[in-house]
């Protein structure tokens, strides 16, 4: 039942650093940050002002538009409102809150008994998910009531992302193994919007305590099938999970929807488990604190806004770090400012040893064509990357330069080290550019 | 704010961060591995001048590559080994009796107008190892000289005038002979020849691991010497057309051509389709050069000529892009 997508590659797994780590709770810091931009779209307005007090779960930033609101993940005082350092490698507005430790509960977060859950309409749903603050916690951070909303009618196959393809991370495997049925509730609660009898969990299968996690909190009708995929990077990029799953290939340019699917990352469905039974918005996540230097990875139940050095200390490294991530080793965002806070999208820090450098000088490119053969995407990268240094807009763009999902499968595979996603990012924006200049000339 | 309680230098690049262990010095090391066999196969039939023009060879190479960077302040890269590979490649394609001087000028050419000039590894249009030997055939008859085989008869390490001549197999062939000697023979390497071209069986050993190593993929080797199969048993000269056929494989330069040249990354196509086409074009070459060309042997003109075609070859057969419209993917 299962498709194979084209190309891909096998980086070292490394999941053994922190898979069988015990999500710990991780002790609330004195300070946390909170950007008021986790998401893609707007960002938002803070709600509170240097000196406010605020409690946990209380709303303090939201904005009109394509836009998800943020909440106070610790109780306390603003400290002060003010552009912070976060993971993007910018500088975001941001609420600084000191935590006084008495974790003050916000009178909007009320549990819901299953009574109430059932008689809540899609609307309703939509609206919890949209005010819980959730947005796709794989990394992408794209706002879930939208994809739920924009979904409705078209969607026929809903797909959890229990992938979890980048070496190292382990927050999603973790949270299938603790708490299957939770996850398997926020399916449902997707299921319900879009009006479904059946949905999908897609995992590789080189997490099998997780498979067996998840089959054993299912019944026959329940209507949820875990597909058991072979591992393979990059199985967890959207479309290729779609396609491993459905055999469908979502066109170039388009989303999910134009061909019926609709996919939510593990953590995010049990987010949206949380904020309809429970009342809580999105304020706390699991992170894999891991990487080949460190002394004790581990695997942690974060409040979102700690920062990342805290976190690393809390593992400790026998070598100083040559690199700091936001994610994992293929697609994570290197870090310069280890003050920057855990935001909704963080499902693992990395961090990496010397030994871990590739980088050559004058990398020059064999035509080997062995990216060819890695691409998911069934690009050319050789030809992408020549396009790119005789910067030639139109040759970018026949060669689809825009379909790169920036996995990584080419610049991982390149003997020559050519820093390919680099490139294509570079390419991009050259094209973004001539295209906005065009639009200024017409 | 928790204040930074280490000193840390932490390096800003981008994804991704991991990466596998086959490096172009890898790949590069995998190809001498795989020549090694033929290389100690050659000292065998030709004596130690075998490996004394080998080592010159590659000590040529390496030196101009290093040479050449060093005077036009270019990054030195020599320690991505593939001057060593050019060098035993062009040491492999001279008879054994080559002048040291010789093989130092092809070396020179190779290097520096081939390879250098057009910008270093990966720029180059034409293999710079056959380049080098089609240059050196400036002084044909040294390049066209052929000792009978044995380590006995082998030509000294310094002087080369007590060699004994004797024909290859080739040359037979060129006149609509059989060889005179046995097809094991030449399919085991115990013939005249270039220093590392005789051997099949040795070569298919090489072949074998680079297969093995996944340096190469077999569409390219196997198009090129399934063409030359082909062609010369639907026309055989002489009775037997599977010997015929069987001479043509295992004589002169075609294994080691279409194992090691023809599927260098550079200077070969880089979509399937292209590969296929690109082997095919080498074969049928080959057999019309071998046939009716006036030099015996067109493993390595034909090579060169597709070389020059790379940049056709790499627009045919292009993957249809994931998510293409089936419109698009239907004209394609």
């Known amino acids: 039942m299962a498709f194979s997508f084209f190309g891909g590659v096998h980086p070292k797994e490394n999941k053994w650093y922190a898979c069988d780590k015990e999500t710990q709770v991780f002790p609330e810091p004195d300070i946390v940050v909170i950007p008021m931009s986790q998401h893609i779209g707007a960002p938002c307005k803070p709600l509170v002002k240097k000196g406010d007090l605020v409690t946990v779960g209380q709303k303090i930033g939201d904005n009109q538009g394509l836009c998800v609101p943020v909440h106070a993940s610790v109780s306390g005082k603003v400290k002060a409102v003010e552009a912070r350092a976060h993971t993007s490698g910018t500088t975001v507005m941001s609420v600084v809150i000191e935590n006084d430790h008495l974790d003050t509960l916000c009178e909007d977060c009320k549990p819901r008994t299953q009574e109430e859950v059932d008689a809540l309409s899609v609307e309703d749903l939509i609206n919890i998910i949209h005010e819980g603050g959730i947005v796709g916690m794989g990394g992408a951070t794209f706002p879930t009531h939208v994809k739920l909303s924009g979904g409705i009618g078209k969607v026929d196959t809903v797909i959890v992302n229990a992938g979890e393809c980048e070496p190292f991370i382990t927050s999603d495997d973790r949270l299938c193994r603790e708490q299957p049925e939770k996850l398997i509730s926020g399916l449902k609660i997707v299921m319900r919007i879009f009006g479904l009898k059946e949905g999908h969990i897609g995992i590789e299968d080189n997490k099998p305590e997780a498979v067996k996690a998840l089959k054993a909190h299912l019944a026959a009708s329940d209507g949820i099938i875990v597909d058991v995929l072979p591992a393979k990077y990059p199985q967890g990029a959207e479309k290729q999970l779609i396609y491993a799953v459905t055999g469908r290939e979502v066109p170039s340019g388009g989303l999910p929807a134009a061909v019926g699917c609709a996919v939510f990352n593990a953590a995010t469905c049990k987010a949206i488990h949380d904020v309809v039974y429970d009342g809580m918005p999105l304020i706390k996540r699991i992170v894999t604190v891991s990487g080949d230097i460190l002394m004790e990875p581990k695997n942690l139940l974060v409040p979102i806004g700690t920062s990342f050095d805290a976190l690393i200390e809390a593992c400790g490294f026998s070598e100083n770090p040559y690199k700091v991530l936001s994610g994992g080793p293929m697609m994570g965002a290197a870090q310069y400012d280890l003050s920057v806070p855990t935001i909704k999208g963080v499902n693992a820090i990395t961090v990496l040893g010397k030994k871990n450098e590739y980088a050559v000088e004058e990398p020059r490119c064999l035509r080997c064509g062995k990216c060819i053969d890695a691409c998911p995407m069934k690009l050319m990268p050789v030809l992408m990357y020549k396009a790119l240094q005789s910067n030639d807009v139109e040759e970018m763009k026949a060669n689809n330069i825009m379909d790169c999902i920036e996995c990584g499968s080419c610049a991982y595979t390149c003997p020559a080290s050519v820093p390919l996603v680099l490139g294509f990012r570079v390419g991009k924006q050259l094209i973004r550019n001539a295209a906005a200049k065009e639009k200024a000339k017409a | ?332």
């Open chain 2, 1 to 332: 704010m928790a204040q930074m309680k280490y000193f840390y230098e932490l390096t800003i690049s981008s994804s991704p961060h991991a990466h596998s262990p086959v490096t172009t010095q890898t790949i590069m090391r995998d190809v001498l591995i795989a020549l090694a066999p033929a290389l100690i196969g050659s000292i065998y039939f030709f004596g130690f001048r075998a490996l004394m023009v080998t080592l010159v060879s590659v000590a040529a190479c390496v030196f101009f590559e290093w040479a050449y960077c060093r005077v036009t302040k270019m990054h030195c890269k020599i320690y991505d080994l593939s001057a060593c590979v050019t060098g035993v490649l062009l040491a492999f394609v001279c008879p054994v009796t080559i002048p040291y001087w010789t093989i130092i000028l092809g070396a020179l050419f190779a290097i520096i107008v081939v390879k250098m000039l057009f910008g270093g590894l990966g720029r180059n249009i034409v293999n710079p190892a056959l380049a080098g030997r089609a240059f050196m055939f400036s002084w044909p008859v040294l390049m066209s000289t052929w000792v009978k085989v044995g380590f006995n008869n082998a030509a000294g390490l310094v002087s080369t005038a007590d060699a004994v001549t004797a024909a290859t197999p080739l040359g037979n062939m060129h006149q609509g002979l059989m060889p005179d000697c046995s097809i094991l023979d030449m399919f085991l390497g115990n013939v005249g020849g270039c220093i590392g071209e005789t051997s099949a069986l040795l070569l298919l050993i090489g072949f074998a691991y680079l297969l093995l190593r996944k340096v190469i993929t077999p569409r390219i080797p196997l198009a090129f010497i399934g063409t030359v199969a082909v062609l010369s048993f639907l026309f055989p000269q002489g009775n037997d057309r599977i010997a015929w056929m069987a001479a043509q494989l295992c004589g002169g330069g075609l294994m080691l051509g279409a194992i090691f040249m023809a599927t260098d990354y550079v200077t070969s196509p880089v979509t399937k389709l292209g590969q296929i086409v690109y082997g095919i074009g080498c074969g049928a070459l080959t057999i019309l050069i071998r046939y009716f060309g006036g030099y015996n042997e067109g493993v390595s003109y034909a090579i060169l000529v597709m070389n020059a075609c790379v940049v056709l070859l790499d627009r045919i057969g292009r993957p249809v892009k994931f998510g293409a419209p089936k419109k698009e993917a239907a004209k394609k």
